[in-house]
């Protein structure tokens, strides 16, 4: 079993035994480090995704990922360009949901991060809600 497989098992124990929780557990942190031990950060987000056992809860993704954002040695950066990549190119809902949920606002623009959203809205039409929300709470920052 790799180590990311190893990664996605304590985040469905953690979630198990802790319902409601919504941090990852201190186990998930230090299974995420070693991942990025043996793998290297360059090109990480990406194999997330397509490494991830089909089966996989999408949600269980996005939360490597966002530890991902926090423990690479650029903070993230290359992970945050990647799934604005996924975003623009509208092409699969797994990176579409998983970069909807970084917990960071894509693009540094916010009229790009509408146009590109409401394009992802129109191809997949489950993900429109979660894009009108991240529309939504970026605009109320500005308020």
Do not use: K
Request: aromatic letters at 8%; hydrophobic letters at 40%; glycine letters at 4%.
């Amino acid at each position: 079993m790799t180590t990311l497989e190893r990664a996605y098992q304590e985040i469905a124990r953690h979630r198990s035994e802790v319902p409601g929780d919504a941090r990852p557990s201190p186990a998930t942190f230090e299974l995420v480090e070693q991942f990025i031990h043996e793998r290297g950060a360059s090109g990480i987000g990406d194999f997330v995704v397509d490494s991830s056992p089909t089966g996989t809860p999408w949600s269980s993704i996005s939360e490597v990922l966002r530890i991902l954002i926090w423990s690479t040695p650029d903070n993230g950066t290359e992970i945050i360009r990647h799934a604005e990549q996924w975003l623009r190119e509208a092409s699969d809902e797994r990176r579409i949901f998983s970069a909807l949920h970084l917990d960071v606002f894509p693009f540094p623009s916010q009229s790009e991060m509408e146009a590109v959203l409401a394009r992802v809205a129109e191809t997949f039409p489950a993900q429109a809600e979660l894009c009108r929300s991240v529309i939504a709470a970026r605009a109320r920052l500005w308020e």
